[in-house]
């Protein structure tokens, strides 16, 4: 039964044009053609990424942000008690006001405390500032080292300024040692972010970043069975950059300012490139050439798939600009913000009266609410 699956997954009418088989892309006449197992070397070289990674957030990221001045936040600590945790681990991290009050009556905290310790235990689950400083410097430096060598890859190529040249000669066409190792570390990298993706910094947009990833690792293997590589290193050069970094480090204006090249870059690249002439390029060109097949229409799909969460990222980044414009703060709208503990305040409030600007207001009706 494995063999008939093996047999049937390799079908030459699934990859490749009619008329063409394997037999057809073997190595010959010192032409040298992709296989699919030049993709095993990425599951170890994957691995090889994270202990990189380890190195540089520890010896690089970690004394950089030192410089940078990042700092943490003091955090109070949730009191320990068994009651709330088994709700918290259990049933929610957020307790509707029916729960907080019937968790007030078995804990023997008040309604106010209650609240106050979910508001620390989330906060205690939150990833740390430099956490998320030393993740998203990571992410910069590789993406941009991406971007430039996979600008050097095909800079030079005749298809980066004329997208018909991607299919001349397709699918007989050779490899070159760049398009190798290009493809090789993005894709390790991608394999990488996929590994790690549960204990990276979660955001709201944490099921929208697995299916991106797979989807990726997909169609970047895909396109190297089916020697779409030269669509392939067109599409991984349209890379995201990040300015995060600077953000955590409290440089505002500098993040302020890569945020507009950011916003800019992303719309005309993912919302303009990639869409009217990169798939453009994928869809039309290739029926000029020969029929439709499943691998035809497998990669486009998946090319449907990544434009949507291109769609889906583009708004977020509209909505962080309109907060820009208007004079507010720019924030990651996929961030999940920390909760402010208002303890103190209000321990002040229930000894001298109620809250106005942050202030007590002295009255001569105090109530303790703790």
């Given at each position: ?7 049937y ?14 037999a ?76 907080v ?14 609240e ?38 095909i ?22 040692p ?147 414009i ?24 229930a ?13 001569n009706?105090?109530r303790?609410?703790?």
């Open positions: 039964m494995f063999q008939t699956l093996y047999s997954f390799w079908w030459e009418r699934l990859w490749l044009p009619a008329n063409l088989t394997w057809d892309l073997e190595d010959r006449d010192g032409r040298v053609y992709a296989k699919a197992s030049d993709l095993y070397i990425t599951l170890p070289l994957a691995f090889l990424f994270l202990v990189v990674r380890h190195l540089f957030e520890t010896y690089v990221a970690t004394p950089l942000a030192g410089l940078l001045n990042v700092k943490e936040k003091v955090r109070l600590k949730a009191t320990p008690n068994a009651v709330l945790e088994k709700f918290y681990a259990a049933t929610t991290k957020h307790p509707k006001q029916a729960d009050e019937m968790l007030s009556k078995k804990s023997g905290c008040t309604v106010r405390q209650v106050r310790w979910f508001r620390r235990r989330r906060n205690q689950d939150r990833p740390s500032l430099l956490k998320k400083f030393r993740e998203a410097s990571w992410r910069f430096t590789f993406y941009l080292i991406a971007f430039i060598a996979g600008m050097a890859v800079v030079d190529k005749p298809w980066f300024y004329d997208l018909r040249e991607v299919w001349k000669g397709y699918p007989i066409q050779s490899m070159l760049s398009q190798y190792w290009y493809y090789m570390i993005e894709l390790s990298f991608y394999w990488s972010l996929l590994f790690s993706i549960a204990s990276d910094v979660k955001r709201k947009d944490f099921k929208e970043q697995i299916i991106h990833h797979v989807a990726t690792i997909i169609l970047i293997s895909f396109s190297w069975f089916a020697n779409y590589i030269r669509a392939g290193t067109l599409i991984m050069a349209l890379l995201p950059q990040s300015a995060k970094m600077f953000n955590y480090a409290g440089w505002r204006n500098t993040c302020n300012n890569i945020f507009i090249v950011f916003a800019a870059v992303f719309i005309i690249t993912r919302l303009v490139i990639l869409p009217f002439w990169i798939m453009h390029c994928t869809v039309f060109y290739p029926l000029d050439l020969y029929p439709a097949f499943f691998g035809y229409y497998f990669f486009n799909f998946m090319m449907v798939v990544l434009q949507s969460l291109h769609i889906f990222w583009a708004y977020l980044i509209i909505r962080m600009a309109q907060k820009f208007t004079g507010k703060v720019v924030e990651d709208e996929r961030s999940d913000r920390e909760e402010t503990d208002n303890s103190e305040e209000e321990e002040e409030a000894k001298n009266g109620p809250l106005s600007n942050g202030h007590p207001v002295l009255n009706n105090h303790k609410t703790d």
